[in-house]
């Protein structure tokens, strides 16, 4: 999917813009808006960014991920090349610590990363900083066309980059998911 990301400083036009994607067969998962003002945003019914997703916890987490698997490895390599797993009390000892040692490397990362901006969304901070939105679509190659028709009706919506979206795989599940959740007593 390739992802369009549009400008403007009017959520009325967004959430006409939104159901006229919605009616030719966007769905949710496909169109977010990314703003400062979340309560205005809630107000009109956009789909907004979550509040989570404007951090950068997701990639923290995935690189504290990774310096507690090193972490991890050194706590289990360690005591194996001194001779201390030979002891009364083996590996046991050692294994807590490598998982406690992986886990907080996680949570650590993703604490760090919660500090910060979402990398995908720091060069919009400038825009979002003067009071604008930002409107993200994911869009199929099958919807390219319906969706530069609805576009191009919208001329204070103005387009200001490309990037690769969100994978279709990850879109239909998402789909699937609140099918459930709306079909759900």
Same mark, same amino acid.
């Given at each position: 999917m390739l992802r369009h990301y549009y400008v403007s400083d009017d959520l009325d036009e967004l +959430? !006409?813009?939104e159901r006229e994607l919605e009616a030719e067969g966007f769905t +949710?998962?496909? !169109?977010?808006?990314l703003s400062l003002d979340d309560c205005h945003v809630e107000q009109h019914h956009?789909?907004?960014v979550e509040s989570l997703?404007?951090?950068n916890v997701i990639r923290g987490g995935e690189i504290g991920a990774g310096v507690?698997? !090193?972490v991890a490895m050194l706590a289990l390599g360690l005591p194996y090349m001194m001779g201390w797993t030979d002891g009364a009390a083996g590996w046991l000892p050692f294994i807590f610590l490598s998982v406690l040692s992986f886990g907080f490397c996680i949570w650590e990362g993703g604490? !760090?990363?919660f500090q910060k901006p979402n990398v995908h969304f720091v060069r919009f901070q400038e825009l979002l900083i003067k009071g604008k939105h930002i409107l993200f679509v994911d869009v199929d190659p099958v919807q390219e066309h319906n969706f530069g028709m609805i576009m191009k009706s919208h001329p204070n919506v103005e387009p200001i980059c490309c990037g690769s979206?969100?994978?279709h795989w990850v879109v239909s599940c998402q789909d699937a998911y609140n099918r459930v959740v709306k079909g759900a007593p």
């Open positions: +959430e !006409i813009v +949710e998962p496909q !169109i977010h808006v956009l789909h907004e997703l404007k951090q507690g698997v !090193i604490f !760090i990363g979206g969100s994978p």
